[in-house]
Structures are given as structure tokens and as C-alpha cells.
Nanobody, 121 residues
Framework: QVQLVESGGGLVQAGGSLRLSCAAS????????MAWYRQAPGKQRELVAR???????NYADSVKGRFTISRDGAKNTVYLQMNSLKPEDTAVYYC???????????????WGQGTLVTVSA
């Protein structure tokens, strides 16, 4: 079994910072792409940032220059450092991980449980 555990959400004032974490655990052979998505009330889930196994990254235009995605291979963890937060960043943030499991060997795409980020004006 493999699971993802997110942490780091909360309430912050506009201009503040938060750091989200998402740790994968279990029978993992390899982790490929790791990403963060978000879903605001009444809106569709959208990609925030993505990082590949070789460290290549891409970001939504709305967060470029403010958010940074990174990963720690030894800890099977992906991070999202969010700076200069704006009220429009308020959403539930979900991590998404593409990985290969062991015994049996298979490819999975997993979602975290979501963590709420609220940015007050």
C-alpha cells in the first residue's frame, strides 16, 4: 500500500508565506512526477506547479515568481513554498504523485487528502 500525507495549510494574511509538504510512504519503487493542484470554492481543480524526476518544473502563470516547488528524493516528499500570498490563492491544495509500486509492480497516480489554505485580505 502507498499513501500520501499532506501538511502545512492554514490561515495567513495577504503578503505572507506558507510551506506545504506531501510525503509518500509505502511500497514505492520509483516516484516520477510530483505536482500540486488547487481547487477554490465553485471552481475547477487547477494545476499549480509540477516537478519531474529530473527536477524540471513548470508553474501556473498566476503563481510564477511567488511559488516554488521542490522535492526530496530521500524522503519521497514534495514541497510547495508559497510567498507573497494573495486572497485569490485561497483554495484546498492537493498533491498528486505518479509512482511505481513494488510487489506487484504497477503505475499509480495518487492524490493527497487536501489541505486548506486561506489568505485574508
Amino acid at each position: 500500500q502507498v499513501q500520501l500525507v499532506e501538511s502545512g495549510g492554514g490561515l495567513v494574511q495577504a503578503g505572507g508565506s506558507l510551506r506545504l509538504s506531501c510525503a509518500a510512504s509505502g511500497s514505492i519503487l520509483r516516484i516520477n512526477t510530483m505536482a500540486w493542484y488547487r481547487q477554490a470554492p465553485g471552481k475547477q481543480r487547477e494545476l499549480v506547479a509540477r516537478i519531474t524526476s529530473d527536477g524540471s518544473t513548470n508553474y501556473a502563470d498566476s503563481v510564477k515568481g511567488r511559488f516554488t516547488i521542490s522535492r526530496d528524493g530521500a524522503k519521497n516528499t514534495v514541497y510547495l513554498q508559497m510567498n507573497s500570498l494573495k486572497p485569490e490563492d485561497t483554495a484546498v491544495y492537493y498533491c498528486n504523485v505518479a509512482l511505481i509500486t513494488t510487489a506487484p509492480t504497477r503505475a499509480l497516480g495518487l492524490w493527497g487528502q487536501g489541505t486548506l489554505v486561506t489568505v485574508s485580505a
